[in-house]
């Protein structure tokens, strides 16, 4: 049986958690000033259940959602590294398959 492969999307949307709607907007700063990213939208609210180091945690945080190009993730996710104050931050990415045309151009020159 023949494997197919997607093709790669142009674009990406990131997800990240911050402590604070401080923190997330100095890291949304940092990533729009650097042209990692086109926009961030700081999502407040988030509560967040996980096991960390055997124990099950609840803290309340603020989600980021980050669209940029899909070649810029790698980079994106590196500077999310540097600059967060977790041992371990959450960057996860998603394809963006389709949209707003006018939006995605705006995407793309950015």
Same mark, same amino acid.
């Given at each position: 049986?023949?494997?197919?492969? /997607?093709?790669?999307?142009?674009?990406?949307?990131? @997800?990240? !958690?911050?402590?604070?709607?401080?923190?997330?907007? *100095?890291?949304?700063?940092?990533?729009?000033?650097?042209?990692?990213?086109?926009? =961030?939208?700081?999502?407040?609210?988030?509560?967040? =259940? #996980? *096991?960390?180091?055997?124990? &099950? %945690? !609840?803290?309340? *945080?603020?989600?980021?959602?980050?669209?940029? /190009?899909?070649? /810029?993730? +790698?980079?994106?996710? %590196? @500077? &999310? /590294?540097?600059?967060?104050? #977790?041992?371990?931050?959450? =960057?996860?990415? !998603?394809?963006?398959?389709?949209?707003?045309?006018? #939006?995605? +151009?705006?995407?793309?020159?950015?």
């Amino acid at each position: 049986m023949a494997s197919t492969s /997607r093709p790669v999307e142009e674009f990406s949307m990131a @997800f990240v !958690t911050a402590p604070n709607a401080e923190k997330a907007k *100095e890291l949304a700063g940092g990533v729009v000033s650097n042209k990692l990213a086109a926009c =961030v939208n700081i999502i407040p609210g988030v509560m967040s =259940v #996980y *096991e960390w180091e055997g124990k &099950i %945690e !609840t803290d309340p *945080e603020v989600l980021m959602m980050i669209k940029t /190009r899909t070649s /810029r993730i +790698d980079e994106l996710t %590196e @500077f &999310i /590294r540097k600059n967060h104050p #977790y041992d371990v931050c959450e =960057v996860i990415a !998603t394809s963006i398959e389709g949209g707003n045309q006018p #939006y995605l +151009d705006w995407l793309a020159k950015t």
